[in-house]
């Protein structure tokens, strides 16, 4: 059902109408957003302006939004950070804090060129090559301002009331300025610096990449993969052993290796010194079979002489091991790979081949000279490109890097002093970890879309020939080539006429200037008022995956840029997994798109979108029998609320979160529940409600006592739920309240009250349900913001409450303000819950739906009897029963009656049947099923038995066999009584 009435974008909508019967996401979440937006609630200001007369200082509450892909859509990731994050801003926000959550994206220098260049030559049939820099850079701003705001309306639609009249791109000119001003900051400073080392590199494209984005495939041996540039399958997993001659002797060294073809580039054997089977090669060279070059035999203890033959091929140009080992012992260092991925500063019949296409021709080749010894399956990891789905290379590039050790230190510091706050704790021992051991920052990137490196080359004029040449080891940086001259030659007393400079072709890691965020967005390094205002921001919520890639980078160059820590507290959210806590990815068919389950998608749809994928043929097959297992009716729709209510309802401060739709349709079904409360509520109150102050109210019913008891616990655990970024204990409180307690108990009794209680009682309940209707949308809005806003919307007027123009501006409940606690009524309805439970068990035992019986209720606990005089029309009305009567004295049994006795408390209650059931009919029936439940029984203890169970299915099996136990149990005394009816 949708909202049809006309509307202007940025109107409020019209409660008016009347109420659907059922709950629909598509009515209730239609045109609020851009109410709330046009409104300014999402704005700081609002409260700020309230306030800058006052004498009191205004209480902030900042966040900045972790900048998502420009290329981007939403995924669940991203949803359960929104979820998170907006909770505790509408939280900060109704409890009279100047709230600012900070949106950017990011430009993703790597997938937004991919995707541009893809795009370029399926429309154009042209490469970036053919258009040039400049005209690149123009089609990368282009494909932006047309497709790169599809993110940001998704999280529209999430609810995400972020601040968008500050919404920043990491390329505007105010973060690039910052972008400059940090690197030369930084460089002048000597914290940057270049340098020839090993990066992750990209032959597809062209490229060094970040550690994150390196995908590490683990194979259990050999395996067939698709590598970008041929037409074949490579086979991976696979370790092959040849032998080096050892020169001038009969004598092999076997060696092994899981890439081939980089023993091309091979300029040494290394053993370990303390290996006496090689102490009489001490001195000697082994001989390569293809360039005749002699190797030096290197004693190094990074062998391990326990591993294979102990000696092991040393490639310096192509392995960080091999790197470090070639340091030590001064070795020569071939690159014999060029950035395209094909041979180079190779024998003649390898030059120019394709790296993997070299592999099968070094095999060759050494079988022919006898050298080859085979190869075995092996377990590895291999690292793979996630941008361009490559196998990633290592080369020797000159980069510039970012000096980290000391920064690193303050990191660790921070976090030990607890001046910044890692959440959950346990990840402070991961943080010292990394950062004890981190490697200097790889920031440059052979990209053209991005932040061009602010580094100059400078060129001399040669005085006697007045040719520019340039000094390859003088390097300025600086905001302009002007100023990079004047630097140049103020620094190394030179003529700035006979200097020329040239600007890094390179463009920066997207990382840095993602790492300036928090601050940058505030205008530093100008001293604006925002800067002043919001920085350092309160907290930094993200996954938890990127701890190092961002999070550390953003502490280490907020203290050495600005001084101060970024923000005060990290909370860290855990990598989502599919129901069967499976990774999601596309080729299994488990990725859950958060748009689906808001609007709902049939399983065609969800078949159309992967045959959209980059996926192959045979990956597709695979992803769409993946969704036929997981989704076989499509994915119901939920809604926002319901997909923000379930994602926030998880524990996750774990490692690893399990989604599962039908938890997310759940809380749809929950939010039906809310719906269908507030219709009989409102429906009751009538035009000329007027409610009594529940300031002062004191009930004589324990009953109502209750309720408020457990309204002020909800409130308690609510508010200590976001205080300690617990959400999950929130949503559990407010299901368990409103399902539960309101639902389940209050309502019930509130409709005989209703329909048969005085006139005072009648108006006593109407003021209870609305004091707890309205109290409880204020309490849930933080969680499900348009259902809440809709509902609050339509409660009547009350001049006793305070109304705001919108629920998210209005006032979150205070515990202080909620002293309803009553422990003697909570302890009572406990009991008579528990009694309610044992004779509804009972009436399904014996098959009694519609009848009412008679119950007697015999115990000698004081307590009961209280309780069942406090509560006896609760019993009454949720047992179903005719009557409830207490007998003062303990009676085994009642002529007619079975019994139902108490587990926790001492009671016994006698429910009158006779007459009311068929005896014979009913213990057949039970017979009957007290036989299947034997039956399944002994088919789960034989599954249990049997070794080739998981220890999941196990677990399930041994659930599943402590359930129907317990029914059988129950039958089992159920037949008792029938039996001794039957005597009686």
Request: net charge negative; charged share 25%.
């Amino acid at each position: 059902m949708q909202y049809d009435l006309p509307i202007s974008p940025g109107e409020k909508k019209d409660v008016s109408c009347p109420l659907p019967e059922t709950y629909s996401p598509q009515f209730v979440e239609a045109f609020w957003y851009d109410w709330w937006y046009s409104q300014g609630f999402f704005s700081p200001d609002r409260v700020c302006i309230q306030k800058s007369s006052c004498e009191n200082e205004i209480k902030k509450f900042v966040m900045c939004l972790p900048p998502p892909n420009v290329t981007g859509s939403l995924h669940l990731g991203h949803a359960l950070g929104n979820a998170i994050q907006d909770a505790m801003a509408r939280w900060h926000r109704m409890n009279g804090r100047a709230v600012l959550w900070n949106p950017g994206c990011d430009h993703a220098g790597i997938a937004t060129q991919v995707v541009v260049e893809k795009e370029l030559w399926k429309e154009r049939k042209l490469s970036r090559h053919d258009i040039g820099r400049e005209g690149f850079v123009a089609e990368a701003w282009k494909w932006k301002e047309e497709k790169g705001g599809r993110i940001y309306e998704q999280m529209k639609r999430l609810g995400s009331s972020l601040d968008w009249s500050r919404d920043c791109f990491t390329l505007d000119p105010k973060l690039s300025r910052a972008v400059v001003e940090a690197f030369v900051r930084l460089f002048d400073a000597g914290a940057i610096y270049r340098s020839r080392r090993l990066v992750n590199w990209s032959c597809a494209l062209s490229s060094a990449i970040s550690d994150i984005e390196v995908e590490n495939l683990e194979l259990d041996g050999k395996t067939l993969i698709n590598v970008p540039g041929y037409e074949r399958k490579i086979a991976f997993g696979l370790i092959s052993s040849f032998s080096y001659p050892v020169d001038g002797s009969d004598e092999k060294i076997a060696v092994a290796t899981t890439r081939l073809e980089t023993m091309l580039g091979d300029t040494a054997v290394a053993v370990n010194p303390s290996d006496e089977r090689f102490f009489h090669l001490r001195g000697k060279y082994v001989r390569h079979p293809f360039n005749h070059q002699r190797l030096p035999i290197v004693y190094d203890e990074m062998v391990d002489r326990t591993f294979g033959t102990g000696a092991v091929k040393v490639t310096p140009a192509h392995d960080r091991n091999d790197f470090e080992v070639g340091q030590r012992h001064n070795l020569q260092i071939t690159t014999v790979l060029a950035e395209d991925g094909t041979m180079i500063n190779v024998p003649h019949e390898f030059k120019g081949m394709k790296r993997f296409d070299a592999r099968e021709k070094v095999r060759s080749g050494l079988e022919q000279l006898g050298l080859y010894n085979g190869s075995t399956d092996h377990a590895m990891s291999l690292p793979i490109c996630s941008r361009s789905k490559d196998v990633v290379e290592l080369l020797l590039k000159d980069q510039w890097f970012v000096r980290c050790e000391q920064m690193a230190k303050k990191a660790i510091e921070a976090v030990e002093s607890g001046r910044l706050r890692l959440i959950p704790d346990h990840y402070e021992k991961q943080w010292s970890d990394w950062l004890s051991n981190t490697r200097d920052w790889c920031i440059s990137r052979q990209l053209w879309w991005g932040h061009r490196i602010p580094a100059y080359r400078v060129k001399q004029r040669d005085k006697c020939s007045g040719m520019i040449e340039a000094d390859t080891d003088l390097w300025v940086a600086a905001h302009s080539g002007e100023e990079a001259i004047r630097k140049a030659a103020e620094t190394h007393q030179l003529q700035q006429d006979q200097l020329t400079v040239e600007q890094d072709e390179d463009v920066l890691d997207t990382w840095f200037s993602s790492a300036l965020f928090p601050f940058a967005i505030f205008g530093w390094p100008e001293k604006t008022s925002d800067l002043d205002l919001f920085y350092p921001t309160d907290l930094l919520e993200t996954a938890s995956d990127i701890m190092f890639f961002w999070v550390a980078r953003m502490v280490m160059l907020g203290e050495a840029l600005t001084g101060q820590l970024p923000f005060k507290e990290v909370l860290f959210h855990s990598i989502l997994r599919d129901a069967h806590g499976r990774k999601m990815s596309k080729s299994l068919g488990n990725i859950i798109d958060p748009m689906d389950v808001i609007r709902g998608s049939s399983l065609e749809n969800l078949y159309l979108k992967l045959g959209k994928s980059n996926l192959d043929i045979s990956e597709i097959k695979h992803a769409k029998a993946g969704l036929q297992c997981g989704f076989p009716l499509g994915i119901p729709e939920c809604g926002a609320d319901a997909l923000r209510f379930a994602l926030c309802s998880y524990n996750y401060t774990g490692h690893f979160v399990n989604v599962d739709v039908n938890h997310i349709k759940s809380s749809r079904h929950f939010c039906n529940k809310i719906w269908q409360s507030f219709r009989f509520i409102s429906g009751h109150l009538g035009d000329s409600f007027v409610p009594v102050d529940m300031a002062t109210f004191r009930s004589d019913s324990a009953t109502e006592r209750w309720i408020l008891s457990r309204l002020s616990n909800a409130v308690e655990i609510c508010n200590k739920g976001f205080a300690e970024y617990r959400l999950m204990d929130a949503t559990k409180a407010l299901h368990n309240f409103w399902w539960f307690e309101m639902c389940d108990v209050y309502l019930e009794h509130s409709k005989v009250v209703l329909q048969s209680g005085t006139l005072s009682e009648k108006e006593v309940v109407k003021s209870i349900l609305y004091f707890c209707l309205e109290s409880y949308l204020r309490l849930m809005s933080p969680f499900m913001p348009f259902l809440s806003e809709e509902l609050y919307q339509r409660l009547p007027a009350n001049h006793l409450v305070p109304r705001f123009p919108s629920i998210m501006v209005s006032l979150y409940p205070q515990t202080s303000q909620y002293n309803f606690r009553d422990e003697e009524s909570e302890k009572g309805m406990q009991i008579v819950r528990e009694i309610i439970a044992g004779l509804l068990s009972l009436r399904r035992d014996i098959n009694v739906h519609k009848s009412k019986a008679e119950v007697s209720i015999c115990s000698s606990d004081p307590c009961v009897r209280q309780a069942f005089g406090d509560h006896r029309l609760a019993l009454l009305t949720l047992s179903r029963s005719e009557t409830v009567n207490f007998l003062e004295n303990d009676r085994p049994t009642i002529p007619g009656c079975i019994s139902v006795s108490g587990k926790s408390t001492d009671w016994t209650a006698h429910v009158r049947v006779k007459g009311l059931i068929d005896e014979t009919k009913e213990l057949s029936r039970l017979f009957e099923r007290q036989e299947k439940l034997e039956k399944d029984v002994a088919k789960l203890e034989e599954k249990s038995n049997d070794p080739r169970v998981s220890e999941e299915e196990l677990i399930i099996a041994r659930d599943k066999i402590k359930n129907i136990s317990a029914e059988l149990h129950r039958i089992s005394d159920v037949v008792k009584a029938l039996k001794s009816l039957n005597e009686h």
